[in-house]
C-alpha cells in the first residue's frame, strides 16, 4: 500500500487549506486512513481518522470543530479540508493506514502500518 500526501502550502492566519492522501496499492477494499500532524521535535499527533466506508469519522483536539476529514473512494483520496488555521498549526501532515482496519487504535500512531511522505503547512501569523 502506498500512500502520498499533497496540498500543504504557505497560509496565513485564518485561511483554509485543503490536503488530499491519495492510496493505491493493495487489496480492492478501502482502508481507514488518518492524519497526523508532526511539529519538530514532537511526536506525531493524531488530526483525524476514517473508516473504509467513509461513514465513521473521529477527531483530534487539534481538529475539533476546524478541521473536516472525507475520502472518495472512487478516486482512492483522503481529504483533509482545514479552516480558521492558526500558527501552532504549522508541521509535517502525515497521512496513514493501519493494516487492521478501523477501531480504537485509529488514533495511535504506533498502529500504523502504512504511511505517506507527509506534506509540509506552514502558516503566517
Known amino acids: ?27 480492492s477494499s478501502p482502508y481507514a486512513a488518518g492524519w497526523f500532524r508532526q511539529a519538530p521535535g514532537k511526536e506525531r499527533e493524531f488530526v483525524a481518522g476514517i473508516n473504509g466506508r467513509g461513514d465513521q469519522k473521529i477527531y483530534g483536539d487539534l481538529a475539533k470543530g476546524r478541521f473536516t476529514i472525507s475520502r472518495w473512494n472512487d478516486k482512492n483520496t ?26 480504537p487504535w485509529i488514533s495511535s500512531a504506533y498502529e500504523y502500518d502504512y504511511w505517506g ?6 502558516v503566517s501569523s
Do not use: E, H, N
Open 1 to 27: 500500500v502506498q500512500l502520498q500526501a499533497s496540498g500543504g502550502g504557505l497560509v496565513q492566519a485564518g485561511a483554509s487549506l485543503r490536503l488530499s492522501c491519495k492510496i493505491t496499492g493493495g487489496t
Open 78 to 103: 483522503v481529504d483533509l479540508q482545514m479552516s480558521s488555521l492558526k500558527f501552532d498549526d504549522a508541521g509535517v501532515y502525515l497521512c496513514g493506514s493501519p493494516k487492521k482496519g478501523w477501531g
Open 117 to 122: 511522505q507527509g506534506t509540509q503547512v506552514t
